[in-house]
Structures are given as structure tokens and as C-alpha cells.
């Protein structure tokens, strides 16, 4: 009966769009009739034409709604169905009532809310009363009674990292609170994705955050609700869970084992980590990292999300000291809770860059390098809004969404007097993935394969091919990326066995942000490890615009800056749209390993404090940083001499 | 031996019995039963662990390590949800959940919970769905799809000069500086020309009279040549193509309406007193 009144529906549908019907016939003509039909019948799939990408597919791997227990103490009060409208580019209202959508629609979104406690924070407002009978829980409750439940959710944040929630409010896998919140997000999912349109991935944040310092992963499925619901995501509090990535690990074997299903974790915020994301002595153990750490790190981690709000970890300058561009969105006061502060000896084994060397090293000593990861940017908003645009930043908490006064507040304050501004925040980012379709499993595949690069907002194209037969006009035909797969491998890739007398060429290409800024450069980013086992950097400017020489340090001078802080504008008459060209390493020996990813540098242009003075005639305080050049950092591609 | 025994009790009882004090006794107690048995609530001192409670922690337990729980682990489960539920039940006889604005947050929560599912035990009809989409026709249309080769230049007098040769003859692939952009998009959806080429240029696009080369069009690249072969305009799709997110955003609205009708509801039945300075302190 349904179907019939469905079926006459459609019929009705059918008239009263006929004259649409009746053109497109007349145009079509009857031989193509039938391939539109075929078109629209699967619906469209534009991707489809080639057997390789052709448009990059942005997306969020990274986001938190009510159903997190500290964005819900924060005041969020989006649902992951929320979040998943906005990344639609469906306006909602954020939870401080302001009514927001995105410039264009994004392409995928992962909601990860924690899972430790998913689906406390709504029985914290139910108010068990023996979070009372608790010190720690008496002075959250006299907070959060005396209106500061902004503080009281830092608190919480700080006391989860310390391992001293109360026990009354640790939610565990089985706890109906839990599982109904889990099994929500799953439906959430399962409600929204819509493949080849719009793809709602099932996941959630796996948060190890002991002593405050961050080893932090987010868990994406490649599956739907049949698998992700026969087993309860892993939390990191004991005895039920672990804080040791180890565990997780474990747990992510455990669930492909059990239900057939695939998952991946990306990891994020080494710079939070005091020195404890991408070790060479494991810090739980106190071990050297081992061949079984190495073996499933890159089992299971073939991704990072290099920048986010809270601070960008591609490069750090004190690492990388003849790198100009290293010192950008930088976050190295301590751990994440700053209850700790940073020491320089951290910084080695919490940004990509050194993680990706140290990797070259592990991988002789263990004979696998645990650190081969690919890049991904994501916000980790705390919102439900994936809201990552500088003149369109909608916060990483609900705190910070926009106001006049969260230019000039404190977002992280420890005793010690360590301070981190709500400026400091970053509206960044995004993750860009070349996948043939729009699906869970196109996109996850490119994600498995490492085929994706992070941008820290901006939606610019990058691809990056290496090979050892590119030629300098392979960058003038018309379809650069079909001579890229043919000749060579792209970002996420391998080369090995260097051809006698061959150097490893790329080809890099970047397309502005139809929208957004001008380029400034292209550059590729070299590690290598030397015959006595010592690792180097260096960074090349590969392309760039206008006409500008390198000066005699090889270094290409600065775009300059079109930024007008009194209205946040910029001009487009310094960059250029389009960066193309094949590179050849000028230093290559084919008996070290190494590693080339591309960065690819926007023109300066008004960051979001920016737009925050002008909109609400507000005075930064001193120091805030007020323009920024958005960027994009591609997976790398490895070169193994054997 | 059995006879004076039962005398002797029933004339203990028959005494007693005639007692005030112990007819006093016993209508507390039966009070104190009765208040007990009607109320419940703090002076309810039975935690029952049934099956129900121990399938919920044998559960919560084997879900995550994906094996049943020990004898032993299973024993410190329950004393753990005894302890809560211990601590919960003497907090609320302190009195501690009351003027607590988290748990009146929570209630209102639950309260609009049911609010907004009202209504919502009834599938929505076809009927009911069709109309829906009728009225939001934006959200489910199938976007234009266009044919279309073009060709980007720098700047206005490279586009002048590109029209210039390719008037006379020029071979198009030759042309132009965008090598990231493809030159021919086949049946392209207009909302995706719009993410890969900026609204501007989407909107142009579709009024590009079909047939021969024509320009300029300016995306947020430069200005481009275009040649529009074919434009398949927009259609409504079939509503079982669409079933699904139509269901989900009646069902999504619904909630919605059910919620505010609740809140206009009942808000008039309730006045709304506003006193005091702070009013003034608002205006300015």
C-alpha cells in the first residue's frame, strides 16, 4: 500500500516536472536518454570518469558534540545529527544561539566524541549525589552552581587527565548511559551518509591523556552500524580500558577479528604530549620503542592530524632553525592541561617532521618504521561545528564561539601561571583526501593509503607525484595527474631500488581555493637519515609565484602582504592561482632512506582575531597574532634503498 | 502437654493485646510500613540486584573485553553499584538534588525529551513524506548537470589574445594556464562546478547559450573560455531514491514542531513576573 502511494507519488513528481523531463528529453535526444537515466538512476558519480581522483574530497576527521563529556560541561548542545546537517552545509544554530553555515558543503565527516564517559555529561546533569561525597566532585558542583561551568568543564578535563574523575561519573562500555550514547552516534551516522554525496563515517576519540599529556587517537570505521554496533568503542579508563596505545591497538585487532570490519587511528596533538607521541623509549613501559610497538603503530596509524585548533605539529622552529616557515600556530608551553611545562628535549618526539626522521632511524635498528604516517588537518572543535574558515571561525569550544570578548580571555590557565589565550587558538583545519568516490570505503581506502594531505582551513588542491622518469614538460600538459599515476606513485607512496644514475623526480601541482587566497609556494620538505645513521632536513622552494629570485641563501624572498587590518581584507594581485613543476632532488644518494612531502603556502591574509576586531570593534591584546598563511602539508612519499 | 501451652500463649497474647502502648506501637509501625511501601524513596533500605541489574553489569563488562566477567570480577561490579546506588539514594535524602541547576537542566532535558517524541508513534505516511519534499524542494533536487570544455587565462589580455587564436584556427588543448583543472567535464553536477570553480562561475555556466566558444566567465581562478555542450536541468528524484532523508528530516522537524508547541503551550499558562533592577541595568 506504501509503495503504491509512494509509486503515485512519483508519477504525480513526474508531471508536475515534466517540462524539466520534456527539455532535457529534447536535448538529450533518445541515445542519450538512456545514459542519463543510467546517470541519475545510481545517482551521479563524477568521480567515476577516470580510474584516478580528479578532485580532492574535503572533510573533518575530528569533531566533538554534546554527547563528549567536556563539550557538553562547556555548553555544547549540538548533536552528532547537528554536526553532520552543518557538514552538509545546512545552517543550524550554534549552542550560544547564532545562527551558522559553511561557505560550500564539506565532503565527509567523522564525529568523534570521547569515549570515556560518551554520555556522561547528560547523568552529571542528572546529578548523582555521590559525586558529593567527593572532594574533587563537591568543588565542581559548587563551580558549575556558581555559573562557571565553563571552568568547572577545564577541571574536569584536568581531573580526567590526572585519572581522578570521580568514580561515579566514569562511564564504561555496557553502562546503558554509554551504550545508548554510543548506539546514537552510530545511528546518527548511519541517518546521514549518503554515498556519493555525502559520506557520515562512524567513529570516536580514544582519549589517553594521562598526567595531562596527550596520546590522544581518533577511531574511524570503515564500516557501517551491522559492524560498529556489535562492539562498545575502547576507553582508556581501568580496569575496562587502557591508556596504552598498545591496548587500543589490541582492541582495533579485536573488533576487525570479530566482526570482519576495518578501522584506523589517526593520532593528533603530539605537541601536547610532553614528548611522548612518537618515542624512541616508549613512555609507558620505559622501554626502547620495540619491533612490536613499531609493527603496529604503522599497522594501525598510517595517518596524523598535523594541525588542528589547538596548534599546528608539522615543524617547530627549534627543531627546524633554517626553516622560515616553521614558527606558525605554534603551541609548546607544556602538556595539554599545561600542568606540566615544555622542555626543548620534548619537542623532538612530538612534531611530524622529527617523527617522520626518527622513524628512518627506528626502521634501521627494528627493520620497521613505525612513524610512516600520512597528513590530515581536522578541527576538534568542541561545537558540533566543523567551522574551520579564518572569517567563518566558529570556536574550538562553545566559550569561544564568537563574542567580543574571547579575543581577549584565557583558555587553559595552570596554577604555575602557564596561560594560553583563547587567541592563541587556531581555525584550522581540514583533511583533504584524493578518493575516487565519495564512500565510507573510497575515502577510507585513500586514508589506509595514505592519500591525503591536511590543510589548516583553506580548500586548496595539492597533488604530489614522485618517480624517476618525470620530465619538465609532464608540468605543462593538460592532465598533469594522469601523467603522475602513470609514471610515478602519489603522496602516501613508495619508491625503492633507485635506477642506476637516477635521482627521484616529482611532479607537484597546487590549484588555489576557488574562493580563498593566492599562492605563494611550493615547497618539498626532505628528511634522510646518512650512512653513520644521522638524520637531516632541509626545505626546497620548488615553485613559486611572480618573478622573484632566490637570494644567495637559496631561499626565495617573501610573497609580501596585502593585509588590511582596518577592514580584514586582502587583494589577490600578489600569488598566483596555479603552482606547477617537476623537481628533481639536487642531493640524492641511493644509499639513504628518506622522505619528501610537499607545503604549500598561501598568501597572507587576515586571521580570524582579525575579523574578530573589525566585527565587533574590539582591541586585540598585545602580541595576538593577526594575519596567517594558510597552508597544506602532504603525505610524503618514502624512498628505502632497498 | 501441647493444650496448656496454646492456653497459656493465647491469654499472653489476649493480654498484650489489650495494651495501648502496644496498640500505639503497632499503628506506627504500620505507618512507618505503609510510608515505606507508598514512598519508597530515602527510607527505602532494600538494594535489589536482581537478573536485571546483573545482565546490565555482566554487559557492560563482557562488551568491551568481548569475554564474560570472573566470579570474582563480577562480585566487584556489583559491590561498586551498590556503593552508588548507596551514596545516591542517602544524597537525595539530604536533600541534595534540590535547586541544583544541573539536574533542573537534566530534567527539562528529559522533560522536552518526551515533549518532542510526542506524536512521533505513528510513522509519518507517504502522503505525509511527499508533501514534505514538496515543500523543500532545495534539499533533495538532483542538481543541473552540465557538459562543458573550458580554459582558464592569467589575466583579461591573455584571454583576449587566447578568444583571438583560437578565432583563428588554435587547437584548445594548447591553450591556456590551468593545468590542475581539467579541460572537459562530463555531465558535471552544478553543485560540485560550484566547490571546485566558486559560485560566480556555476551561475554563469548556466546561462552560456550552448554551442560554440564563449567568454569571459570568471571563477575564482581568472577568466575562463567556455564551450557548454549540454545542460541537463535539475530534477526532482524519485521519492523512494530519497526515502531515507526525506523520513529522517520529517521526522527531524517533527521534533522540533512537537518541542516548540510544548514550550508555547504551556508557557502561556504560566506569567512571567519580571522584577527588580536589573532591567534597567538591560535597557542600557
Known sequence: MKSALFGTAAVVSAIAFGSYQLAHAQDAGQADKGKLERAYAHYYSPYAQRDYPTRPLFGETHLHTMSSFDAGAFGARLTPRDAFRFGMGEEVVSSTGIPVRLSRPLDFVVVTDHSDNMGMFGDLLAGKANILADSTGKSWYDMIKGGKGADAAIEIIKAFSAGTIPKALVYLPGNPGYTSAWLDSVAAAEEYNQPGRFTAFIGYEWTSNTGGNNLHRNVIYRDGSDKAKQVEPYVTIKPVGSDNPRDLWKWMAAYEAKTGGRVLAIPHNGNLSNGRMFPLVDSLSGQPVDKGYATESARWERLYEATQTKGTSEAHPYLSPNDEFANFEIWDKGNLTLSEAKTKAMLEFEYARSALKNGLLLERQLGVNPYKFGMVGSSDAHTGLSAMEEDNFMGKTVSQEPSAKRISEAFIKDPSGRTIMDWEVGASGYAAVWAKENTRASIWDAMQRRETYATTGSRMAVRLFGGWDFVDADARTRLPAGVGYRKGVPMGGDLSRAPAGKAPSFLVAALKDPIGANLDRYQIVKGWMDANGKLHEKVYDVVWSGNRKRSKDGKVPSVGNTVDLRTATWTNTIGTPELIAVWRDPEFDPKQPAFYYGRVIEIPTPRWTAYDAVRFGVKPLPGTRMTITERAYTSPIWYSPS | ?284
Not at chain 2, 38 to 61: H, K, M, S, W
Not at chain 2, 64 to 75: G, K, N
Not at chain 2, 79 to 86: G, H, T
Open chain 2, 1 to 284: 502437654m501441647h493444650a496448656p501451652v496454646r492456653v497459656e500463649r493465647v491469654s499472653w497474647f489476649g493480654r498484650i493485646s489489650r495494651e495501648p502502648l502496644v496498640h500505639f506501637l503497632l499503628i506506627g509501625f504500620l505507618l512507618f510500613a505503609l510510608y515505606g511501601f507508598v514512598g519508597g524513596g530515602p527510607r527505602e533500605r532494600t538494594i535489589n540486584v536482581d537478573d536485571n541489574v546483573a545482565a546490565t553489569l555482566y554487559a557492560q563488562f563482557s562488551k568491551t573485553w568481548q569475554r564474560p566477567p570472573t566470579a570474582d570480577e563480577m562480585t566487584g561490579l556489583v559491590e561498586s553499584y551498590v556503593r552508588d546506588e548507596i551514596f545516591y539514594r542517602e544524597g537525595v535524602t539530604l536533600g541534595l538534588d534540590k535547586d541544583d541547576p544541573t539536574i533542573k537542566r537534566r530534567v527539562s532535558q528529559k522533560y522536552a525529551t518526551i515533549a518532542e517524541e510526542q506524536g512521533a508513534s505513528i510513522p509519518p505516511t507517504d502522503v505525509e513524506l511527499e508533501r514534505w519534499m514538496k515543500q523543500h524542494p532545495d534539499r533533495y533536487a538532483e542538481p543541473s548537470l552540465v557538459t562543458f570544455d573550458q580554459i582558464l587565462f592569467g589575466s583579461p589580455a591573455e584571454f583576449d589574445a587566447g578568444r583571438r587564436a583560437l578565432a583563428a584556427g588554435a587547437d584548445p588543448q594548447s591553450m591556456g594556464e590551468g593545468r590542475m583543472l581539467l579541460p572537459h567535464f562530463e555531465l558535471y553536477p552544478v553543485d560540485i562546478i560550484q566547490r571546485d570553480f566558486g559560485p560566480e562561475f556555476a551561475r554563469s555556466l548556466l546561462s552560456v547559450r550552448p554551442g560554440d566558444w564563449q567568454g569571459p566567465v570568471r571563477s575564482g581562478y581568472g577568466v575562463h573560455l567556455v564551450r557548454v555542450k549540454k545542460i541537463v536541468s535539475g530534477r526532482v528524484p524519485k521519492p523512494s531514491d530519497v526515502r531515507l532523508a526525506v523520513t529522517r528530516d520529517f521526522e527531524q522537524a517533527r521534533r522540533e514542531r512537537s518541542l516548540d508547541g510544548a514550550y508555547q503551550q504551556l508557557r502561556r499558562s504560566y506569567q512571567i513576573e519580571y522584577s527588580g533592577k536589573w532591567r534597567a541595568r538591560q535597557s542600557q
